[in-house]
T-cell receptor, first 112, second 114 residues
Framework: GVTQSPTHLIKTRGQQVTLRCSSQ?????VSWYQQALGQGPQFIFQ???????GRGNFPPRFSGLQFPNDSSELNVNALELDDSALYLC?????????????FGPGTRLTVL | KNQVEQSPQSLIILEGKNCTLQ??????????LRWYKQDTGRGPVSLTI?????NTKSNGRYTATLDADTKQSSLHITASQLSDSASYIC?????????????FGAGTRLAVHP
């Protein structure tokens, strides 16, 4: 399945953070989502074969990387209080609209 | 603006009872509609996925319906169990610029009491 690390993380405003995701084996597409408390997930961006393939309404301080070994990263610079949320990654086999996305358990980020 | 709205926001039912959750959407271009179950602090897990031409799809005690004309969907849960307590999220997929963008509703928080 899809795994994420760390499970929980506490940072202070202005710091930088890197969240990691390990996709399901054989999946070449990974998407990242931000889920604020009590809200549905919001799309951050998608990577396909190590290239950014689409982006939601998030500023450039949110960036990502996808590696050939089924792993990927979400980096957030200059953390703000509003960045506190559950960050989810989801992997899928290809980008097809009907392809199932499998979600990881998420990383809970708290910014103080 | 692409939006997915769900109702009710929260729901409490007794074990063994049935319930129906609603989803209205304004998403274009529509690709498919999915229902996910999300336990607290965990990632969403897919229950059903329906394309434009499908009206109903079942997964065990879960039955989803889709009316593409009125842009409405429902999720019916039969003979509820305590383990059904979770958030149920309606997700509409839009094929935008060559990638599959998922637009999530805020979810319905279901509590099943003994």
């Amino acid at each position: 399945g899809v795994t994420q690390s760390p499970t929980h993380l506490i940072k202070t405003r202005g710091q930088q953070v890197t969240l990691r995701c390990s996709s399901q084996s054989g999946h070449n597409t990974v998407s990242w989502y931000q889920q604020a408390l009590g809200q549905g997930p919001q799309f951050i961006f998608q990577y396909y074969r190590e290239e950014e393939n689409g982006r939601g309404n998030f500023p450039p301080r949110f960036s990502g990387l996808q590696f050939p070994n089924d792993s990927s990263e979400l980096n957030v610079n200059a953390l703000e209080l509003d960045d506190s949320a559950l960050y989810l990654c989801a992997s899928s086999f290809e980008r097809g609209a009907n392809n199932e996305q499998f979600f990881g358990p998420g990383t809970r980020l708290t910014v103080l | 603006k692409n939006q997915v709205e769900q109702s009710p926001q929260s729901l409490i039912i007794l074990e063994g009872k049935n319930c129906t959750l609603q989803c209205n959407y304004t998403v274009s271009p529509f690709s498919n509609l999915r229902w996910y179950k999300q336990d607290t602090g965990r990632g969403p897990v897919s229950l059903t996925i329906m394309t434009f031409s499908e009206n109903t799809k079942s997964n065990g005690r879960y039955t989803a319906t889709l009316d593409a004309d009125t842009k409405q969907s429902s999720l019916h849960i039969t003979a509820s169990q305590l383990s059904d307590s979770a958030s149920y999220i309606c997700v509409v997929s839009a094929l935008t610029g060559g990638y599959n963008k998922l637009i999530f509703g805020a979810g319905t928080r279901l509590a099943v009491h003994p």
